[in-house]
C-alpha cells in the first residue's frame, strides 16, 4: 500500500490555529461505518451516541511546556524541541538549529543555565541540562507549549491550559492526545449521568507523532517509540464491559496504539513498556467498538490508523466531506465519532 493512497486536499484555511472559546463546542461527524452514512452533529451531543455501561478509555498523560530557547556559544540561536525526559537532568531532544552542534558542545538556556550536548542517535540529540532544579521543574519555569508545526504561531498563556486535556495526570508528552481536547467538567458530568464509565491508559505521545512517512511504499515505515502503560485495573473494566455488552471507545488513537500494544493473540493483557506499532489496513484491530479522533493529516500514519479501523475509501469520503463542510483540522480543530458496527 502507497502513501500517496492516503492523499487529500485540505485548503490551508481549515487547520485550526487557535482553539473554539469552549472545548465541548466543535463539530463531531458521527460516522457509522456498518450502514455506511455519516451525520453532521455537536461534540457536545455526544452523550446521546453512547448507551448506559458503555467504557470511554481516555489518555491522562500529561503535555510538558517541552520547547526550549537558548544560543549557542558562538551566538547562534538555538530551539529544543523534548522529545523524552531520560533523567533528572537528561533528555532526548530535536535541535533546530543552523548547524547542527557536536558532542560537548554547550547552549544557553534563558535563565543563564547550561544544556551540554552529550551525542546524537539519528535526528535526536542527547542533552545534560546543568541547572540546580530537576529537568520538568526547569521546563515548568522557562518552556513553551510545544505546539504542532502546522499551528503558525507561538504558544500563549490561553495554550497552557488549552493544549492540555482537563483529565491530564501523568507528565510526559510533548504532544496533545488532541481527540481529548473537546472534553470539558460538564460534558465529563452530563456522559457520567448517562451511564458512561470511564477508564485510562497513559501513553505519553512523543515528537515523532508528527514525523512524515518518508517511504512510497508505507510497510518499510518504521515509527518512532513511545511509552505506555495499560494497567491491570483498566484491563478488567474492558472485560467486564464486554462482558455485560457494553462497547468500549477509544477517545484518541494514542489509546489504540497502547490498547492494541497490550494485545496478544486477541486477548488484552496489562502491559508497561515501549511501543513502536504501526497500523495500517490490513491489520485488524480488535481491542475497541468505537474511536473520538480528531482529523489528521494527510498520508500520515494516523489516517492509515482510522483508515485500518473503517476502510480507506469510507475514511477519505469522510474526510472530503469535511472539507466541503468546512470542518476544522487537526489539534484544535473538529472531531468525529468512528462506529464500526453502527450506532
Avoid: C
Avoid at 510497510?219 to 457494553?246: D, F, K, P, Y
Wanted: charge should be negative.
Amino acid at each position: 500500500m502507497k502513501k500517496s493512497d492516503f492523499d487529500f486536499n485540505l485548503p490551508h484555511e481549515l487547520i485550526a490555529q487557535v482553539p473554539l472559546p469552549e472545548r465541548s463546542a466543535s463539530r463531531l461527524l458521527l460516522l457509522d461505518v456498518a450502514a455506511g452514512s455519516r451525520e453532521d452533529r455537536m461534540f457536545r451531543e455526544l452523550p446521546g451516541f453512547l448507551r448506559p455501561g458503555d467504557l470511554l478509555v481516555f489518555n491522562d498523560t500529561r503535555v510538558l511546556p517541552a520547547r526550549l530557547y537558548g544560543r549557542k556559544e558562538s551566538g547562534g540561536a538555538v530551539e529544543i524541541l523534548i522529545e523524552r525526559v531520560t533523567g533528572a537532568h537528561e533528555a532526548t531532544v530535536q535541535l533546530g538549529v543552523s548547524k547542527k552542534p557536536k558532542e560537548g558542545a554547550r547552549i544557553e538556556l534563558a535563565d543563564g543555565s547550561h544544556t551540554v550536548v552529550l551525542g546524537r542517535d539519528e535526528s535526536f540529540f542527547r542533552l545534560r541540562f546543568e541547572a540546580p532544579e530537576p529537568l520538568e521543574r526547569l521546563l515548568l519555569k522557562l518552556g513553551e507549549m510545544p505546539l504542532p508545526p502546522y499551528i503558525e504561531r507561538h504558544a500563549d498563556a490561553a495554550d497552557m491550559e488549552r493544549y492540555q486535556t482537563v483529565y491530564a495526570r501523568e507528565p510526559g508528552a510533548v504532544a496533545a492526545p488532541t481527540a481529548g481536547l473537546h472534553f470539558d467538567e460538564s460534558l465529563l458530568a452530563a456522559l457520567r449521568e448517562r451511564g458512561v464509565n470511564f477508564g485510562y491508559v497513559t501513553l505519553h505521545v512523543g515528537a515523532g507523532t508528527f514525523q512524515p512517512v518518508r517511504v512510497e511504499d508505507i510497510s518499510g515505515h518504521h515509527m518512532h517509540s513511545e511509552w505506555l502503560n495499560v494497567g491491570a485495573g483498566l484491563v478488567e473494566q474492558i472485560h467486564r464491559t464486554r462482558a455485560a455488552g457494553g462497547r468500549v471507545i477509544a477517545v484518541g488513537t494514542t489509546v489504540v496504539r497502547a490498547l492494541e500494544s497490550a494485545t496478544v493473540d486477541g486477548q488484552l493483557h496489562p502491559f508497561a513498556g515501549e511501543t513502536r506499532i504501526f497500523i495500517f489496513p490490513g491489520y485488524r484491530i480488535t481491542s475497541i467498538d468505537g474511536l473520538i479522533t480528531n482529523f489528521h493529516l494527510p498520508q500520515s500514519t494516523l489516517l492509515m490508523l482510522v483508515s485500518a479501523l473503517a476502510g480507506r475509501e469510507f475514511m477519505l469520503d469522510a474526510y472530503r466531506h469535511a472539507v466541503g463542510q468546512r470542518y476544522r483540522f487537526f489539534s484544535y480543530g473538529d472531531a468525529m465519532l468512528i462506529l464500526p458496527q453502527g450506532g
